[in-house]
């Protein structure tokens, strides 16, 4: 007998707990989201736009020009006026922020948390990077990680003459 979902029942949230999509349906509502188009406005207007992405995805979607690379993982610590680790364009509260990410959901939970912080102009783009380039909007890429070298490496190239 195979094990499946339906044979396990969920776990019981414990109290006061929300779901990712209760998270996430509540940062939206915070949020002015921008459609591609409008977000590349808002950039060409003097937003920043940031780009919350990993390298890894960076590297095999592409990137906007000019776009301000923070990843996630320090992104509030980066923005925060207060902070010592700000980012030098971190000047201040009224900041017009847009974060973008892959497909625009881990965007939404960050502009949310930068609007935790004070930065009440936070939001981001609906559909993320990926509706960005549907658009046809500028972007570069994409771009292997690692650049193969032109060399041979020694292991390999001793190996091939036994």
């Known amino acids: 007998m195979q094990i499946t979902a339906e044979h396990c029942p969920a776990p019981v949230p414990p109290p006061g ?32 736009l940031v780009d919350i992405r990993p390298a890894a995805q960076r590297a095999a979607h592409g990137v906007v020009p000019g776009s301000l690379i923070v990843e996630r993982n320090v992104l509030e610590w980066r923005f925060d006026p207060r902070c010592p680790a700000r980012l030098p364009q971190a000047v201040d509260y009224d900041v017009p922020l847009v974060i973008l990410c892959q497909e625009g959901y881990t965007s939404s939970l960050a502009a949310a948390a930068l609007q935790d912080v004070g930065l009440h102009r936070a939001t981001d783009v609906v559909g993320g990077f990926a509706a960005w380039r549907i658009a046809g909007l500028p972007a570069l890429g994409p771009t292997p990680l690692h650049h193969p070298s032109p060399l041979a490496s020694p292991v390999n190239a001793g190996w091939a003459r036994h």
């Open 17 to 48: 707990s929300r779901g990712i999509d209760e998270i996430l349906a509540a940062a939206r509502t915070r949020l002015r989201r921008l459609d591609p188009e409008r977000a590349h406005l808002a950039y060409r207007s003097g937003a920043l």
